[in-house]
């Protein structure tokens, strides 16, 4: 990116972002009666530069780091801070875009600005110009990121632009029985991976969810198996096989709650016979086959059209 | 409210992902069980929970959930806080037990998503 470019992005955001996105909202109040040696104490426990001055809840004025070191340089006597302050404080409104807050730094030369509410004139805040350098630095940051999703959300399209009568993408799993460690790495990586073919977030959600579950059955019963996905333009099917023990009862396996988990595997909070139910309400078509002493196969379907319009996880 | 504001009121540790707090919570989910938590839980949700093993993270992040809290002073595995970190979820540690630290979360406008 040339120089250039980041300059009107930075001019693009500070219209764009509010006064009210960058204030630090805490703010610590003293009372013109505090005297100017007891807001050293203030000032640098809260580690902060300065602080508005509030008399019967109103707003009177404000006292900053600046106005102690005066104070401190013409060895004056100790006073009430309500005799040091400055009284015609400069207010920023929450809802005023940020390049107004750096026009007015820029105008007075203050350190910080109260801000109010529009409505109601209630403080609600405080920026620095510290505030405004981080809130614009996270702001980038955030828009970066954006911009990356934006491109991987063109590699779908690569399916319009094969010719065939039939294409389809092909990804496959190996998965470790009883390795914990690793749990989950598959299914993070099919999530990762049809983040980046541009598919819908809430199929992209059903499938990820549905291949956790399984893979966890593979982990936690059997000594392995693999989990193939494979992703056509209209839907996409995972088969999660392996070569036993095998369920005696599928049926029974199908019910909520039903379990063969041993107890540690419970206490890590798996094993709660849920993991098929969990699978049978992500996908649009599951099926189960098991033979004891062979194997299992599970494999599901879930729609890529109907899976982004139904809201269910 | 974003989780800043929750960690500092609720006086939570965070243990990992300290960058990844200016999230907006959506909403809280408590459970121990990790089906439960993948089938139930929303994005953006909190996850008040006692399980300290890496498994968590996976599901957290699985459910874009905005972070874990564990209860009663829990510490979380080292693995898990290396997974965290690199998978940028935020976990804080509470002293409180589950049943205080919802009703706090509640009293702040921390709430459950109804099904």
Redesign the interface.
């Known amino acids: 990116m040339v120089p250039d470019d980041k300059i009107s992005k930075i001019q693009e955001l500070v219209y764009e972002i509010r006064v009210s996105d960058v204030m630090k909202r805490e703010v610590f109040t003293v009372s013109p009666r505090t005297h100017m040696s007891v807001l050293r104490v203030i000032l640098r426990e809260n580690r902060i530069s300065g602080t508005p001055v509030i008399d019967k809840g109103k707003l009177v004025g404000i006292i900053s780091i600046e106005d102690f070191i005066k104070w401190l340089a013409n060895r004056e006597k100790d006073c009430p801070i309500g005799e040091k302050m400055t009284r015609r404080v400069q207010t920023l409104y929450a809802d005023e875009p940020l390049t107004h807050a750096i026009n007015k730094f820029e105008q007075h030369g203050f350190g910080r600005f109260i801000v109010v509410e529009r409505q109601d004139k209630r403080l609600v805040g405080i920026v620095t110009k510290g505030d405004v350098i981080e809130g614009l630095l996270k702001k980038l940051e955030i828009d970066y990121y954006k911009e990356e999703e934006v491109c991987q959300y063109r590699v779908m399209h690569f399916f319009e632009d094969i010719l065939a009568d039939r294409t389809e993408l092909l990804f496959q799993y190996d998965v470790m029985g009883h390795d914990f460690k690793r749990a989950g790495e598959s299914a993070s990586q099919v999530k990762t991976t049809l983040r980046r073919l541009g598919l819908h977030p809430q199929v992209v959600r059903r499938v990820a969810i549905a291949t956790y579950e399984a893979e966890m059955n593979l982990i936690i019963y059997t000594d392995g198996g693999k989990i193939c996905v494979r992703v056509e333009p209209h839907e996409i099917f995972v088969n999660v096989e392996d070569s036993g023990p095998g369920i005696p009862d599928v049926q029974k396996a199908l019910q909520p709650g039903y379990s063969t988990a041993p107890e540690w595997v419970r206490e890590l909070g798996f094993g709660a016979g849920m993991g098929l139910n969990n699978i049978q309400k992500c996908a649009n078509k599951m099926d189960l086959r098991s033979t004891v002493g062979k194997g299992t196969q599970l494999s599901f379907y879930i729609s890529i059209e109907d899976g982004a319009k139904n809201e269910i996880n | 409210m974003k989780l800043t ?1 929750l960690v ?1 009121k609720l006086n939570l540790s965070v243990r990992s992902a300290k960058a990844h707090l ?1 999230r907006e919570v959506t909403g809280g989910y408590a459970s ?5 938590v ?2 139930n839980s ?1 994005e953006g949700n909190l996850w008040i ?1 006692l ?1 300290i ?4 993270v ?2 957290a ?3 874009d959930l905005a972070g874990i809290i564990l209860v009663n002073s829990r510490e979380p595995e080292s ?1 898990t806080l290396e997974k965290a970190e690199k998978q940028k979820v935020p976990i804080m540690v509470s002293e409180m037990p589950t049943f205080e630290l919802i009703g706090m979360l509640y009293s702040l406008g921390v709430v459950g998503t109804k099904q």
């Open positions: 504001e500092q200016d121990d069980l990790l089906s439960d993948l089938a929303k929970t399980q093993h890496q498994n968590i996976g599901v992040s699985m459910k693995e």
